[in-house]
C-alpha cells in the first residue's frame, strides 16, 4: 500500500473527495503483533471553515480472517461507545472493509479509527490533576472528567442492549471477536455459566489443540472445570454456610458448618471490553474534547459478566487491582452504592476472577505456546481441588 496515497475504499469511508484523498499523507505508527499501523494526516480543504488537519488511525492485514478481525473491533468500539454515550472511553470507528488498490491476488483488510495522542503511563499526581482541571462547560456548570475506574463502573452497570429478533438480554455479540488471532464465537446464550463454558472455555481448547496438539492433563482438567467449576461459581445457585442454621452465615470450624444452597442474584449480560490489558489502555488527548483522558483500546467486546473483565486485568495487571478490596483509588471509583455490586458470594470474588483470567491463560498458550501452560494448570488445580465434586 503506498505511503503516499489513500486507497480508495479508506478515502471513501471518511467520506473524502479524491481530491482532498490526495492531498492526505500516512505515516507508519507504533507497532503491533497482527496487524501494521499508521497515521492518517489530512489538511483541510479549501471548502472547510476548519483550519486545523485532521487526524486518524489505520489498522491493515492480510486475509479474510483480518477482515473478521476489523469488524469484531469496529463493532466493540461501536458497542462501548453506545454503551456510555458522551463518556470519552475509547475512540470512535469509521469503518472496516478491504483495500481495492493491492497486488493481483492479494486482499488487506483495515480499519479506521479516531487519532489518539497516547501517554501509555504518566504519574498519578498528573493524573488527578488532568481529572480535576479538564472541564467542558454544560448544564449546572463545569464537569470534571472520569477516571478509567468510573467510566468502567458507568459502562458495567449499563445493561446490554436485546439483541435484535430475541425477547430478552442475551449473552453473547452481534459478531465474531478476536482476542489476540483467536476468532471467538460469540452465538447468544441465555446463561452466561453456559456462554463461559461453551464459547469461551471449551472454544479456546479446541485452538490449543489445533495448535499445540492434545494435551491430556490440561484437557482433563479442563473438563472438571467445566463440569464441576463453572457452574458452582456462576450458576444460579450457590453454598451457603451456617454454623446453626440461622442463615446468620457466620463463619464457624469447617467441620461445624451446615451447608445449604441459596439462590443468586441474576447476572446481568453487559458489555465488557474483553481483553482489558494494561497494554490496551492509556492517557491520550482526546481529539473531541482536547483534553488528557484515560481511554481504553482494542477491544474484542461481549455481552457478558462484568467481572469477566478482570480475568485479564488482574493477570497481566497495571490497574491497582489489589486495591479493590482495600478501598484504593479504583475501588472508590468502582465499587460501592450506585455503582458495581461484586456476585455473591462476596468471598468467592478472587476464585472467580481466577477463572475467567483461566481463558486468557489458554489463549495464550493458543497463541504464544507452552509458556503459558504452567500457569493454566496451577490455576485449575487449585480451582478443581476447592470446588470439584471428585
Not at 485532521?54 to 462501548?80: C, W, Y
Not at 471509583?333 to 486468557?360: A, C, M, Q, S, T
Amino acid at each position: 500500500m503506498s505511503t503516499q496515497i489513500l486507497d480508495p475504499a479508506i478515502a471513501k469511508t471518511l467520506s473524502l473527495s479524491p481530491a482532498h484523498a490526495k492531498s492526505a499523507s500516512l505515516t507508519a505508527h507504533n507497532t503491533s503483533n497482527f496487524t501494521s499501523t499508521y497515521k492518517i494526516t489530512i489538511p483541510p480543504s479549501t471548502s472547510s471553515s476548519s483550519s486545523s488537519s485532521q487526524h486518524f488511525f489505520l489498522k491493515t492485514a492480510p486475509g479474510l480472517d483480518a477482515l473478521v478481525m476489523f469488524r469484531g473491533e469496529h463493532t466493540s468500539l461501536n458497542a462501548i461507545a453506545d454503551a456510555v454515550p458522551g463518556i470519552s472511553l475509547c475512540p470512535k470507528s469509521y469503518g472496516y472493509g478491504t483495500l481495492v488498490e493491492t497486488k493481483k491476488g492479494e486482499e488487506i483488510a483495515f480499519l479506521v479509527t479516531d487519532f489518539l495522542d497516547m501517554q501509555s503511563s504518566i504519574s498519578s499526581r498528573t493524573a488527578a490533576a488532568a481529572r480535576s482541571t479538564n472541564s467542558t462547560a454544560g448544564e449546572g456548570g463545569a464537569k470534571k472528567s472520569l477516571s478509567l475506574a468510573a467510566k468502567l463502573a458507568k459502562l458495567h452497570s449499563t445493561p446490554a442492549p436485546i439483541p435484535p429478533g430475541e425477547e430478552g438480554q442475551k449473552f453473547g455479540f452481534p459478531v465474531t471477536t478476536c482476542c489476540g488471532d483467536t476468532p471467538q464465537d460469540n452465538s447468544y446464550m441465555d446463561t452466561w455459566a453456559d456462554f463461559f463454558a461453551e464459547k469461551r472455555l471449551k472454544s479456546v481448547m479446541k485452538r490449543c489443540e489445533q495448535r499445540t496438539g492434545r494435551d491430556e492433563e490440561v484437557g482433563g482438567l479442563l473438563d472438571v472445570v467445566i463440569k464441576d467449576v463453572v457452574p458452582r461459581l456462576l450458576g444460579d445457585e450457590y453454598d451457603e454456610y451456617d454454623n446453626d442454621g440461622d442463615g446468620s452465615g457466620g463463619k464457624v470450624a469447617e467441620g461445624k458448618k451446615k451447608k445449604k444452597k441459596k439462590k443468586r442474584r441474576k447476572i446481568t449480560p453487559v458489555v465488557v471490553h474483553g481483553d482489558l490489558w494494561a497494554g490496551n489502555k492509556c492517557y491520550a488527548a482526546v481529539i473531541e474534547r482536547g483534553l488528557l483522558e484515560e481511554v481504553i483500546f482494542d477491544p474484542s467486546a461481549s455481552y457478558a459478566h462484568s467481572e469477566y473483565e478482570f480475568g485479564i486485568m488482574r493477570l497481566f495487571g497495571g490497574f491497582d487491582f489489589d486495591d479493590h478490596n482495600d478501598g484504593g483509588e479504583f475501588g472508590r471509583d468502582y465499587w460501592g452504592p450506585g455503582k458495581i455490586k461484586k456476585l455473591e458470594p462476596v468471598e468467592e470474588f478472587d476464585d472467580r476472577v481466577e477463572l475467567y483470567g483461566l481463558y486468557h491463560q489458554l489463549n495464550h498458550y493458543a497463541i504464544f505456546g507452552r509458556g503459558y501452560r504452567a500457569g493454566a494448570v496451577r490455576v485449575m488445580k487449585k480451582l478443581v481441588g476447592k470446588y470439584g465434586k471428585g
